[in-house]
């Protein structure tokens, strides 16, 4: 199983590509996509993003689990255009869809999350004036990507427990316990981070 | 090893009607290189441990490590004072292995390369040098603390005090918890129900209801304690 828009260590020149490159490229395919207006440039597009992937060397069954997910979205969004629009909007909506969270994926999985995080940090330095704290934003980035699989594996401890007891699907039997342990987890996680120094300014170069 | 002093403290939870006295009179000097603590749930032990590093300050008396009082010089205790909590899952705060290591160095400004040189060879020292780029999630629960263990022990604190750190493994991976933390050459305070850790420890003090009762060699404070939970119903 590959989570999500996790890294994927490797050598490739998109791996070592700086990592404010990446983000840059893909606020200017977003920017680009909204060009996109005929079928055939969308599947130039799909293609370029399949060559990039390939650079990159990840396979595609890792590329088609990046977009599972939407799935659904898509598909209500197809049949919408297809008989609002006609099947070409549709598939120009669709791809153009696809193509994004294809690239956006494409910037995770070969980015370190650290990387990542420091080249928004840069890019946030200039807010420090309006009284943004960089490191603070960084630290939240990093520390909401790592919570992603800890919610997670909470939901899924709420949903065994109910289960062991012989409940139900009831919404408020899981919300409820999700929503204290996931306080209870913040709680110890605060804890753990002061422990750990974060409240040390960090230092410009580290 | 530093010097720990914990003079006369006490300490209340809430204010009021609601406030709850955890901890009495509490007056000990540890310097020994190992010192377990034991008691029963809710006697206090983990309210101790966080008074070390300044993560509970005393509601009256004081708390000094190395001289440094836990109260005014709280960021330089607890670069002296790592601390290893019970819940793996929650003291690892980034979402790869080698990137959690590195925090604690990235904070202190340490220059890259330097945190690079650090991370492979504790990770190494500690059996994760095959999970650097593994999203933390992925490992295992004793994999997972000794990952946490090995994120505390690269800042390279003189004073290691752990919480419970086995409570939530299976028997195989507190064993291998307790063998690391048997090779520590840090001085090392552990809060455990583990008894059978603290064998060949210095000091054992036994916490009963808020108060420190016994401060024994292991043999003497374990039967003290078991005493005592004899005796209790
Ligand atoms: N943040 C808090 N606010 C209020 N009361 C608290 C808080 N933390 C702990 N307590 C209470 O203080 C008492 C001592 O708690 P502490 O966690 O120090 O005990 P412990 O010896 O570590 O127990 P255990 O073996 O269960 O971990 C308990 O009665 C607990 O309910
Ligand atoms: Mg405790």
Redesign the pocket.
Same mark, same amino acid.
């Given at each position: 199983m590959t989570p999500l828009g996790l890294f994927l260590p490797g050598t490739s020149p998109l791996h070592r590509a700086p990592a404010g490159l990446k983000l840059l490229g893909l606020v200017a395919a977003g920017v680009v996509s909204v060009l996109l207006d005929e079928p055939w440039q969308v599947l130039v597009a799909l293609g370029v993003v399949t060559v990039l992937y390939g650079v990159a060397g990840i396979s595609l069954r890792v590329a088609v689990a990046q977009v599972r997910p939407l799935l659904w979205i898509a598909l209500g969004t197809a049949v919408f255009h297809v008989l609002v629009n006609g099947p070409a909007r549709a598939f120009v909506v669709v791809g153009v869809l696809a193509v994004l969270v294809l690239l956006a994926a494409l910037v995770t999985l070969s980015t370190r999350t650290t990387d990542l995080v420091d080249a928004i940090v840069a890019v946030c330095r200039p807010l420090r004036r309006v009284g943004v704290d960089p490191d603070r934003v960084g630290l939240l980035l990093a520390l909401g990507i790592r919570c992603v699989p800890v919610v997670v594996g909470l939901a899924q401890e709420v949903r065994d427990a109910q289960r062991a007891r012989g409940l139900g699907a009831s919404p408020r039997a899981f919300v409820v316990p999700l929503i204290v342990r996931s306080l209870r987890h913040a709680d110890a996680l605060g804890e753990a981070l002061v422990a750990r120094g974060a409240e040390d300014p960090v230092p410009d170069e580290g | 090893m530093p010097l720990i002093e914990v003079e006369g403290v006490g300490h209340v939870? @809430?204010a009021g009607a609601a406030a709850?006295t955890?901890?009495a009179d509490v007056t000990v000097t540890l310097s020994e290189q190992r010192v377990g603590v034991i008691?029963?749930? @809710?006697?206090?032990?983990?309210?101790?441990?966080?008074l070390l590093n300044g993560l509970v300050l005393p509601t009256s008396g004081r708390v000094r490590v190395d001289g440094l009082d836990t109260r005014s010089q709280g960021r330089g205790v607890r670069r002296l004072v790592g601390f290893c909590f019970?819940d793996p899952d929650a003291q690892i705060v980034m979402p790869t292995v080698a990137e959690d290591v590195a925090f604690g160095l990235r904070r202190r400004g340490v220059p890259k390369d330097e945190v690079a040189a650090r991370v492979a060879s504790v990770l190494a020292a500690y059996g994760l040098d095959g999970h650097a780029d593994h999203p933390a999630h992925l490992l295992s629960g004793g994999q997972k603390q000794l990952l946490a263990l090995a994120s505390v022990m690269v800042t390279e604190p003189a004073v290691l005090v752990m919480?419970?750190p086995t409570t939530l493994l299976d028997l195989r991976n507190a064993a291998r918890i307790a063998e690391v933390v048997a090779g520590l050459p840090e001085q090392v305070l552990l809060?455990t129900?583990h008894l059978d850790l603290l064998d060949d420890f210095d000091r054992v003090l036994v916490?009963d209801e808020?108060r420190l009762v016994c401060d024994d060699a292991p043999g003497a404070a374990v039967a003290h304690y078991r005493s005592l939970m004899a005796a209790t119903p």
């Open positions: - | 939870y @809430g709850r955890v901890l008691g029963a749930n @809710g006697s206090g032990k983990s309210t101790f441990a966080r019970t919480d419970e809060v129900h916490f808020g």
